[in-house]
């Protein structure tokens, strides 16, 4: 049974750092492109970091230079470090496989304010 668990989130002032992961069981986690995605109230879910399996990177433009992915494959953990944190990153955050082809876990809540 695919399980996807995010963990990490929570209330941080502008410009503030969390670290997010995602614990990943029943799947084969190495050979998976990993992503971490979120979705802001009114919003359509976003692909905002994504990681291959041999830790190519890439980011959406609105966060790159603050957040980095990474992911750990003898523990089936994916990560997200942020960084300089904006109001506008305010969102639920979940990772997946990066086609999106697993269950949504229950995601994180990330919220940016003073």
């Known amino acids: 049974q695919v399980r996807l668990v995010e963990s990490g989130g929570g209330l941080v002032q502008p410009g503030g750092s969390l670290r997010l992961s995602c614990a990943a069981s029943?799947?084969?986690?190495?050979?998976?492109?990993m992503g971490w995605f979120r979705q802001a109230p009114g919003r359509e879910r976003e692909l905002v970091a994504h990681i291959t399996p041999d830790t190519t990177t890439n980011y959406a433009d609105s966060v790159k230079g603050r957040f980095t992915i990474s992911r750990d494959n003898a523990k089936n953990i994916a990560s997200l470090q942020m960084n300089g944190l904006k109001a506008e990153d305010t969102a639920v955050y979940y990772c997946?496989?990066?086609?999106?082809?697993?269950?949504w876990g229950q995601g994180t809540q990330v919220t940016v304010s003073s």
């Open positions: 029943g799947i084969i986690f190495s050979i998976r492109s």
């Open positions: 997946n496989a990066g086609d999106r082809r697993y269950p």
